[in-house]
């Protein structure tokens, strides 16, 4: 028998040991899910805060908060199914809070025309918090999230003139762990058998009788 090649066999080895250790990793990140959605099934029940000044903390996630906008710098439309269960706009705002820190953004409800700005110069809002929009890419997801996801605040009630927002709702946080790990398996077995194959293939090529 011809001997194994070493340098190709490493380099696979290395990647599959790699995509094992991945995918212990997302069953370990599976279980800190659980763990939070309980959490954050209590944070619904749970006294109203004051907004975080650094919002990236995610064990705060559903609780009801407060905070006051002294100046919108921006907005942001964004789609999505107001508390009816119609479509509609989401009306973000990005605030500014006069003290040091990102500011806060705040969801302040649902229209119908993505065209359309408020007329809001900011102040006090309530509500609870949830994730402000997050654009990362779908392979971001499989290596953890691409970091801290941005908290915003959800305005309840919403802005005069707009459709409420919807309410805190635990099944629209991803608990894909499970998936993401038997996928990173799937990946290390399919490369174990292609690698197998390849030299199996290899060896009757450069046997006499194929000669």
């Known amino acids: 028998m011809k001997r194994i090649p070493v340098i190709p066999t490493i380099l696979v080895g290395l990647a599959v040991l790699a995509m094992i250790a991945l995918g212990v990793w997302q069953l370990q ?5 659980e763990a939070l959605l309980v959490r954050y099934a209590r944070n619904v029940t749970l006294p109203r805060i004051v907004f975080p000044a650094i919002p990236v903390d995610d064990t705060l996630l559903f609780r009801r908060a407060s905070a006051f906008c002294l100046e919108p ?26 003290v040091e820190g ?29 994730h402000a929009p997050d654009h ?6 499989a290596f953890g999230g691409g970091g801290p996801k941005t908290l915003m605040l959800v305005a309840d009630p919403p802005l005069a003139g707009l459709d409420p927002n919807p309410g805190p709702d635990l099944s629209a946080v991803p608990n894909n762990h499970l998936a993401y ?28 009788a194929a000669r």
């Open 29 to 33: 990140r599976r279980a800190e899910k």
């Open 73 to 98: 710098v921006s907005f942001a439309i964004e789609g999505g199914r107001n508390a009816r269960g119609g479509t509609g706009w989401r009306q973000i705002a990005q605030c500014r809070t006069g």
């Open 102 to 130: 990102p500011g806060f953004a705040v969801q302040l409800g649902f229209g119908k025309d993505p065209h359309a700005k408020p007329d809001w110069k900011g102040g006090p809002v309530r509500g609870y918090i949830s």
């Open 136 to 141: 990362a890419p779908i392979v971001a997801a």
């Open 181 to 208: 790990a038997v996928q990173w398996f799937v990946f290390a077995t399919l490369a174990v058998l292609i690698y197998a194959l390849a030299l199996r293939r290899r060896t009757v090529a450069e046997s006499p």
